[in-house]
């Protein structure tokens, strides 16, 4: 059974830092890309990143590209998204989910429970 | 970057009834397109990749049609467990922009 558990959310200030993991079981883990979504209270579905299987290739939202570094450990089936200079806008439920292809270019078929980043003063 | 557009934005419709929901891309994007159902309160669900592939387990009242940049998501017999919000995402290429969403509503 595919799992994905996502921790690491809470409160933080504006301009701070925040790392999320997800931890992975029930599949070959470096063999799919795997990808972070985020929904503020209340609203739609946003894409942040992915990245591939192998790690080699990452994507970024252009709202997080330069502040959020997506990585993965495949030895211990763990993803990691850092989490810099957090603005107001960050504010959301971040989902963690595996992606139906080694690359990221593919649907996500299973999701995590998500964790709340709440960025506040 | 390419944008996408759903409508309605919101519909309410009778159990039984043959619901369509449009998914529109400001560019083709071939079949590389994905629908999700989140009910409330709970994490989003995969029903169609591709377009028009039924993931595994999703009821057969569900299809999904279109290439390019035209989409649509049909529920053939509205159920009251379909109440939900229906998001498209396509993913030819990054960045793998969703869609605003359709809240579903049964009257």
């Known amino acids: 059974e595919v799992q994905l558990l996502e921790s690491g959310g809470g409160l933080v200030q504006p301009g701070g830092s925040l790392r999320l993991s997800c931890a992975a079981s029930?599949?070959?883990?470096?063999?799919?890309?795997m990808s972070w979504v985020r929904q503020p209270p209340g609203k739609g579905l946003e894409w942040v990143s992915s990245?591939?299987?192998?790690?080699?290739?990452?994507y970024y939202a252009d709202s997080v590209k330069g502040r959020f570094i997506f990585s993965r450990d495949n030895s211990n089936n763990t993803l990691y998204l850092q989490m810099n200079s957090l603005r107001a806008e960050d504010t959301a439920i971040y989902y963690c989910?595996?992606?139906?292809?080694?690359?990221?270019?593919?649907?996500?078929?299973?999701w995590g429970q998500g964790t709340l980043v709440t960025v506040s003063s | 970057d390419i944008q996408m557009t759903q409508s309605p934005s919101s519909l309410s419709a009778s159990v039984g009834d043959r619901v369509t929901i449009t998914c529109r891309a400001s560019?083709?994007?071939?079949?590389?397109l994905a629908w999700y159902q989140q009910k409330p309160g709970k994490i989003p669900k995969l029903l169609i990749y591709?377009?028009?592939t039924l993931q595994s387990g999703v009821p057969s009242r569900f299809s999904g049609s279109g290439s390019g940049t035209d989409f649509t998501l049909t529920i053939d017999s509205l159920q009251p467990e379909d109440v939900a919000a229906y998001y498209c995402?396509?993913?030819?290429?990054?960045?793998?922009?969703f869609g605003p969403g359709t809240k579903v509503d049964v009257k």
């Open positions: 989910a595996k992606v139906r292809s080694g690359e990221a270019a593919a649907a996500a078929n299973y």
């Open positions: 029930g599949f070959t883990f470096s063999s799919y890309a």
């Open positions: 990245i591939s299987g192998s790690g080699a290739s990452t």
């Open positions: 560019q083709g994007i071939s079949n590389y």
């Open positions: 591709a377009a028009s």
């Open positions: 995402q396509r993913y030819n290429t990054a960045p793998f922009t």
